[in-house]
Nanobody, 115 residues
Framework: QVQLVESGGGLVQAGGSLRLSCSAS????????MGWYRQAPGQQRELVAR???????NYADFVKGRFTISRDNAVNTVSLQMNALKPEDTAVYYC?????????WGKGILVTVSS
């Protein structure tokens, strides 16, 4: 079982920045993938960015050039630096780990971008 705890969300004006962090129980170096998803009201959950073990990060087109994901296996964390935020980035952001063909999710953290 993997437990994930997100932190760093909140309210920010358009054009601002936030940094989300996710702390994972267990050994992050063994996780296949660590990443972030988001779900806006009335919308389906969607991939934001993910980092496969030993590989480069993947980003959704709508965040390329604005968001940066980083994975630190030494301290079992995955972070998401979000710059140039837009009102349409408003959503609940979920940390995700894929491990042994199972998906684990954090409880989610709200990011609100005001115009």
């Amino acid at each position: 079982q993997v437990q994930l705890v997100e932190s760093g969300g909140g309210l920010v004006q358009a054009g601002g920045s936030l940094r989300l962090s996710c702390s994972a129980s267990g050994r992050a170096s063994s996780f296949n993938t660590m990443g972030w998803y988001r779900q806006a009201p009335g919308q389906q959950r969607e991939l934001v960015a993910r980092v496969p073990r030993g590989s480069t990060a993947n980003y959704a087109d709508f965040v390329k050039g604005r968001f940066t994901i980083s994975r630190d296996n030494a301290v079992n964390t995955v972070s998401l630096q979000m710059n140039a935020l837009k009102p349409e980035d408003t959503a609940v952001y979920y940390c995700n780990v894929e491990w042994w063909e199972m998906n684990y999710w954090g409880k989610g953290i709200l990011v609100t971008v005001s115009s």
